[in-house]
Structure formats: C-alpha cells, structure tokens
C-alpha cells in the first residue's frame, strides 16, 4: 500500500471577527445494538402520510421556535475547559447550542429532580444572547451510559413523567432557556456501561412518545429535540414527529480500528453503516423521516486503536481533532509515541481521513477540514434542516472544524490547513512512489562457487560495481549484471557495508560487536579494528546494519528495531544517541543505507510478518534529532517464495534499490534490482 501526504497553509477565517477555542465523550454505540422491540404504529393518521409530513415539517409554530435555519447545533458540556467560552461573536458560529449535562437526581428510580452540572455555565450561554438574540439556547438532559440512568424509570410512570416536565418548566423559568435536547441512550436498550444497565425495557418505545407529547403540551413554544442511534433502532421515530421540532441524528461511532469512526460513503473500512446510508436508507427511506427534520451529526473526534501496548496499540478511545498538532508535527498523542503511525490518508470513497502507519494500517480515525466539507455538502443536496456536532472541546483553540461547518454552510468552505496536508510542512518529505523488480538473479557460478548468505551492500567509491559482505566473512565486489568476484575473506560474521564517499575506505559491520575498516585504495585483508563503545540497550544479538552519515556512523540491531548514532574518533566509536524502535512496523533491522542525495537513511527489515505487507520499509530520518517520519517507497516481494532481505543499497545512477536475499548456507543468495521512474 502506497501512502500520499500532501498539505497547504491557510490561515482559518473566523466565523465573524475573531477565533475561538472547543467538547464529553461523544454519545458512543460500540455495543452490538438489539432488535426493535417493535415497528411504528399502523394506525392511519388523518390524511395521507405525505400530507402529515407537510403538516409537521411547515407548521408555522414550529418554524418560530427553532429560528435561524440552516441549524449549525454545537453541544456544549461541563468538561469544556472555561478558557476555551467563546465571545459573543465566536458564537454566531452557532445557531443553537446544547449545554450539558443534566442527569437524575436518583438514577435508579427516575426522580428527585434534574441535576445540572454546571450551572453557571448554562447562565453563560443564555446571557449570550444579550448580545445574540438570535441564538437558541438549550439545555441537554442525559447522554451515554449512565448519563441515561432514570429515563426508562421515569418514562414508564406516569407521575414521574409529569414530575419531569415539572423540572423543565422550572428550568426554563430559572435560566431562560429556549428548550430541551433529550439524549435517551437508549429506550428499550439495555446500554452497557461496564457492569452498568440503564433499566431499559420493551414499552420504552411507546414510554419515549408519551414523553414527548406532555412535553410538547406543556412548552408549546420551546424547542424539542432528541438524539437518535444512526442505527434508526430503540425509539419510534416517525411516531414522536408530531411533537419534536427536529431529530439529531448521531451519524459516528460506527467503527474502530481498523474501521472508520464515521464514512460518509461506504468504503472497504466502513464497518456497520455510513452516515449517508444511516440518512437515506434508514431515516429518510426506511422511516418517513423527512430530511427538513433532521439533523446531520458531525464529528469533531474519531476512535483510536486503545493504548494496547501487547498488540501495538497507540492512540486513545478518542482521537479528537485537537490532538492532531501533536500528532503531526511532534509525534505525540496525549504524551504517547505515535511517531511512524501518524501519516495521515484519505479514503476517498468514504470521504473522510485516517492515520496509519507506512504499511497503511489504520490506527486512528478522524475529522478535518476536508470530511466536514464533504459531510455538509451531502446535508445540504438532501435538504436536511442542518448539522448537529459532538463537541465543542474536540475542536482545537483556534475552532478551525466549527468554522469550517459555519463557512460550508453559508457556501464558502474552507481551503484544507497543515493539519489536513501535513507533510507540506516537513522539509524532509519525499513523496511515495512503487518500486518495480526489474530483475532477481542468484548469486552463482556453479554448484560449488556461490555468494553465501549476502547481508550487505555498499556501492563503490567512483559507483561502477557493488562491494558486498556475507556472513562468512567473504568480501565480493559484485557487478551490476550479478556477476561477482571473491576479494578476501576474513574469519568473522559480517553483517553490513558502508563508505566513507570521501575517502573511500569501507567499513564493515561485524556481529556482534566490532567494527572493521578497511583502507582504500586496495582494500587489501589488512583491517583496523574500530572499537565500539557499548551500547547498554544493545543486545548480544549485535551489529546487523551499518550506514555512514557525515563522519558518523549509524549502527543497527537485529532485534528491538533499534538505531545507534556514533562518532568515529580515530579508532573509536562513541555512542551519540540511540534511536529506540525506529518505527513500528519494524522488528528486525537487517541492513541500513544512507542516501546523500536525498538525505534518507534507508532501513530494510528481515522479518517478514505478513505476506500481504512489503518488507522494504525505507523512512525518513531527521538525522539532528533522530524522528522517524514516513515511508518513502515500497515494492511488491509477494513473489518471493522466501523472502530473507538482508541488506538494501541505493544507486541514483541506476535510478534503483539494490536488495541482497540471504538464502542460507545451502543456497545461493539472491541480487534484486527494484527500479523506479524517479528515486
């Protein structure tokens, strides 16, 4: 799999004057959702349904309560850090926003009033209209989880329900609020929450409409609003219409690695539904939802791969779009390493991004400029009413994904940022391209003269044939057609071959822990012996490949996927830095290749852990502080029957990759010449 990274720089427009700052876990559904416990009610309403449909959607009560149209709807939680409220004229991203959370005084029972969680937040908000009255202000009662507990309780007896609507009434007394967001997760769905259960049951689904009615009669003119599973399952949709002023349907947490969070397309990594599928096959098509009373779900956060460090894992449940300066530019997701598995790629089927790492393995899900883009534009060709998004502290300080919904909405959409073409910003960034075998020819002149076990290559000073090393300590100078000579031999394992270009001399990697020179311009068996400072997280596994860098050398380990930087002080090594797992898709360094043209440090891995993955894994290496960045090719090997690369050489003047195959003592070893249009 090849990996494009691309990027340009916009400075973000705000959504007036100014710039602003960000979001609760977001209402997730990782739980395999059960079966409606029941379908809508046949009963015939008066008229025909399209006429009932007409009837609700243009209702002029309805139209007046909600107010500016298209509806950008942000929720706003507790857990929003107080820095990040934004001015009045941040606000006006906003046509509505959702303050939370208020949950059950008595949880088990549904009763004893409404808590909320932060009072003077809800203040907040509501004196925000002092200054933008057209803003709506509602107050979110409920949410994920336990968020929910009591709502099944309450729901089912008729004097708590009117208890209920009690504490709404005085709500809208005490804080002016413009209405309520209901986040029932779910009716007549049991929500696992760890050992947690919410108490759901069957008549939850007519229990959930019953609420809604003595709701609406009791706050003819406040707005009404609930979010709904994409799943279209546990509530009964159409049959609550009458008195709801719009559904905001969740269109995200579909998926986790190493599936999309939220496609808007079904691609080969959506996993349960996209959120187009989600809104015209299951909504609109399925229950009669009309698109003027929904709501699309916009994301600002994705799922990661959970911190797993047995398989590998690096990035937390939620991967907002706040994480990704880190992420991109410094490696880091909320102080874990994900350098190597942050590259970022674009399905451009499901229309939304991902971070993999260079085999292109998702290990992140996530939104930015260029999915939100795509996500408003589908809302606005079906007529939807607007977008609803899951939560403001996902998004960074500078709100660049709730601009970009304002600014699509009113049909100027934002130009991609370096957050969505972050390689741009890399001065060391060197497009991908796919390596062709031209030719792999065994290394061999009869049964009884052939090159054994070649584990590195290094090309000559003036570049006309290859100097290569097996592990039985032979020197070959090796031809560009795959004819070879012996040189000498020495009685020593040698693991890898570089240069010095300025003067010639070669220098041999040998396991486990030497390293011999050897002079030009006869390279004659006469060796000096470099030592090598000890590397305390070297292994006795040794030396396996070896690269010159400006006077340096950089050693590599066969297991730990470990680099060392060393200065050659006359006939010493002195350890410079060590670079702890060069990147996460390699486990066993088997040679290194330094490139000057395109200051790339080349690293080959030996152990082949999928057929189906390429095993050249050259990446870019800052070589001043030792960061891994991204792939920068790859080839196919699927047609080797026994893939063993031991060492990989770079040759501009061939335009390709000179890989050697150990093929053990019994057999020849294996030349490959990979070619490309352009190294």
């Known amino acids: 799999m090849i990996i494009t990274l691309v990027l340009c720089f916009t400075m973000a427009q705000g959504c007036s004057t100014k710039s602003m700052g960000m979001s609760v876990p977001a209402p997730n559904e990782n739980q395999t959702p059960g079966e409606d416990p029941g379908k809508p009610s046949d009963e015939e309403k008066p008229g025909s349904k399209q006429d009932s449909l007409a009837k609700w959607i243009n209702n002029p009560e309805r139209l007046a309560r909600i107010g500016q149209t298209p509806i950008v709807e942000v929720y706003y939680t507790e857990y929003t850090s107080s820095r990040l409220f934004p001015s009045s004229d941040e606000a006006r991203c906003f046509t509505h926003v959702n303050v939370g959370h208020g949950r059950f005084v008595n949880k088990d029972t549904g009763d004893g009033g409404i808590s909320i969680a932060d009072p003077d937040l809800l203040r907040r908000w509501v004196n925000v209209k002092k200054s933008y009255p057209e803003l709506k202000v509602k107050f979110m009662i409920g949410g994920w989880g336990k968020n929910a507990d009591g709502f099944s309780q309450m729901a089912r007896d008729p004097q708590k329900r009117k208890l209920f609507v009690e504490e709404c009434l005085r709500i809208v007394r005490e804080y002016g609020v413009d209405g309520f967001d209901i986040d029932w997760e779910y009716p007549t769905h049991a929500a696992k929450d760890g050992d947690h259960r919410n108490g759901a049951i069957p008549e939850d689904w007519q229990n959930f409409v019953t609420l809604f009615k003595e709701l609406r009669e009791a706050m003819p003119d406040k707005i009404l609003s609930y979010a709904a599973s994409d799943s279209g399952k546990y509530t009964d949709n159409y049959g609550v219409l009458p008195y709801v002023d719009y559904i905001n349907v969740m269109t995200y947490s579909d998926g986790n690695p190493p599936y999309h969070n939220a496609s808007l397309y079904r691609s080969a990594i959506t996993k349960s539904r996209s959120c187009a599928e989600a809104i015209d096959d299951i909504f609109h098509k399925g229950q009669d939802i009309p698109y003027e009373m929904m709501n699309f779900g916009v994301a600002f956060y994705g799922h990661g791969d959970g911190y797993d460090k047995k398989e590998g894992n690096s990035y937390p449940s939620s991967v907002d779009y706040s994480k990704l300066e ?9 102080g874990y390493d994900v350098s190597g598995k942050n590259y970022r790629v674009w399905d451009d089927v499901a229309k939304v991004p991902y971070l993999a790492d260079a085999t292109g393995r998702m290990y992140a899900s996530y939104e930015d400029i260029e999915s939100v ?21 996902h998004d960074n300080d500078e709100g660049t994904l709730r601009k970009a919904v304002r600014h699509a909405m009113d049909g100027h959409p ?36 052939y090159v054994i076990e070649l584990s590195g290559l290094c090309l000559s000073k003036d570049k006309d044939f290859l100097w290569g090393v097996g592990d039985n300590g032979h020197l070959y100078k ?23 270009p300025a003067t010639g ?24 012996i470099i030592e090598v400072e000890e590397a305390a997280d070297m ?13 340096d050398l950089y050693l590599g380990a066969q297991t730990g996927a470990t ?22 898709t390699i486990s066993e360094v088997a040679d290194l290749c330094y490139d000057p043209e395109s200051d790339l440090l080349w690293v080959i ?18 070589v001043f502080d030792g960061a891994v960045t991204k792939l920068v090719t790859t080839f196919d090997v699927s047609s080797f029957a026994d893939w063993n690369p031991e060492s990989v050489c770079v040759d501009h003047e061939h335009n390709c990759v000179w890989v050697a195959d150990d093929c053990g003592d019994d057999y020849p070893s294996r030349l490959h010449k990979i070619s490309f249009e352009k190294l």
Not at 539 to 551: R, T
Not at 566 to 572: E, P, Q, R, S, V
Not at 605 to 622: F, R, W
């Open 414 to 449: 934002d130009a991609p940022g370096r957050l969505e073409r972050p390689d741009e910003n890399r001065p060391e960034h060197v497009a991908p391209v796919m390596g062709k075998l031209e030719w792999s020819k065994e290394l061999k002149k009869s049964n009884d003269d």
């Open 478 to 500: 090796i031809n560009f057609d795959g004819s070879y000579e012996l040189h000498w031999s020495y009685d020593a394992d040698m693991e890898g071959i570089t240069m010095d």
């Open 373 to 393: 883009n795509a996500k408003v534009e589908y809302l606005k060709s079906r007529g939807m009413l607007g977008a609803m998004i899951w939560e403001y502290r």
């Open 563 to 584: 680099l060392w930087k060393y200065a050659l002080d006359g006939t010493k090594l002195q350890k410079k830095m060590s670079l702890r797992t060069v990147a996460p």
């Open 605 to 622: 891995d030996s152990n082949e852990k999928s057929s189906s993955v390429p095993n050249m894994l050259p990446y870019t290496i800052y």
């Open 505 to 528: 001399d070669l220098y041999l990697g040998i396991e486990p822990r030497k390293v011999y020179k050897v002079a030009a311009p006869d390279y004659n068996a006469k060796k000096t």
């Open 326 to 334: 880190d992420i991109f530019f410094r490696g880091k997701c909320d």
């Open 539 to 551: 292994d006795n596994s040794g030396i396996e490949g070896i690269a010159w860098y400006k006077g």
